[in-house]
């Protein structure tokens, strides 16, 4: 993995101005991942959408983690049933 892939936690903890504990607590729930390097943590672009969220929800809407959690498998499961209804919807169309 490239350095230009990977932020470092202090940086994204100053520049968006949270709590380093907030990103440790989302890691231990599995919502993000976060890489270790020469005893220096960071955090994966591919994740920085996510986490980005993760921090609104909190900071913004203060919904704990356990509740971003639980929105996180909530929009998981609304969009695989999105694809199921479109699918279902392709197949329909094929008997009118």
Known sequence: MSDEEMIPLETFCTYYHVERSFIETLESYGLVSISSR???RFILMEEMVE????????YDLNINVPGIDALKHLLEKVKELQQ???NLRARLRIYE
């Not at 986490?51 to 909190?58: G, I």
């Open 51 to 58: 986490l980005e969220k993760f921090s609104r929800l909190y």
């Open 84 to 86: 199921e209804t479109d």
């Open 38 to 40: 020469e005893e220096q």
